[in-house]
């Protein structure tokens, strides 16, 4: 079956601009998890949506950054007022099970953010 | 809390040679999992295994290999006769109790033909 896709692949945005990145989940996975990773370094986790519940903020790192999802599938990632230091590659991941911290994710391909 | 430490940044292997990726990890929780990721140049994470704390028994798949040993809390990770395909990024990773999934900072491996 299809799994996690991410798009777009690539943004280059200029400083102080808006984006928005988007994830669609594989299919029936109640579980979407956004992370940022930086060149060369491990993963950083933003955000977790599990179902209907209210996401888990605890990682995302300024209130620039904010991320809904609709209907309990796709999910978009914003970040305001775009920063250099923004730049990364945000990649996605969902799984099936309610736990959150025990669950196998999968992920997506990824969007590379270039803040120039 | 966690953590996770994958001492060894990058690796470097002619082709065939078998090599071990380290991972040593940290945690109060007494019921957790262990995660291996590969992540080759193309970008996209690809899972390779998921272990709960109760499992010690090794695993193999492949030419790939799991140890884990919990009185050295290491889960380490063995490519038998690596090829070049094995080229990647890979990412340790612990999930347990109420703390997010931690990740390592990944060894990078090249394997060189």
């Known amino acids: 079956g299809a799994g996690v896709s991410q798009s777009p692949s690539n943004k280059v945005t200029e400083k102080g601009k808006d984006v928005e990145l988007r994830c669609d989940p594989i299919?029936?996975?109640?579980?979407l998890y956004w992370y940022r990773q930086s060149l060369g370094q491990g993963l950083e986790f933003l955000i977790y949506?599990?179902?209907?519940?209210?996401?888990?903020k605890s990682g995302l790192p300024s209130d620039r950054f904010s991320a809904e999802r609709t209907g309990g599938s796709v999910s978009t990632l914003t970040i305001q007022r775009t920063q250099q230091e923004d730049s990364a590659v945000y990649l996605c991941?969902?799984?099936?099970?309610?736990?959150?911290?025990?669950?196998?994710?999968?992920f997506g391909p990824g969007t590379r953010l270039t803040v120039l | 809390a966690q953590k996770v430490t994958q001492a060894q940044t990058e690796i470097s292997v002619v082709e065939k040679e078998d090599v071990t990726l380290d991972c040593v990890y940290e945690?109060?929780?007494?019921?957790?999992?262990l995660f291996w990721y590969k992540q080759p140049p193309s970008g996209e994470l690809v899972f390779l295994i998921r272990?709960?704390?109760?499992?010690?028994q090794n695993e193999i798949s492949g030419r790939y290999s799991w140890n884990f040993q919990k009185s050295t809390s290491s889960f380490n990770f063995t490519i038998t006769a690596s090829q070049v395909v094995d080229s990647a990024v890979y990412f340790c990773?612990?999930?347990?109790?109420?703390?997010?999934?931690?990740f390592g900072i990944g060894t990078k491996l090249q394997v060189i033909p």
């Open positions: 949506f599990q179902g209907n519940s209210a996401p888990d």
């Open positions: 990773a612990l999930g347990g109790g109420y703390q997010k999934v931690t």
């Open positions: 991941a969902s799984s099936s099970g309610t736990s959150g911290t025990t669950d196998t994710q999968y």
């Open positions: 299919s029936g996975h109640t579980a």
């Open positions: 945690t109060r929780d007494t019921t957790y999992y």
């Open positions: 272990r709960n704390s109760f499992d010690e």
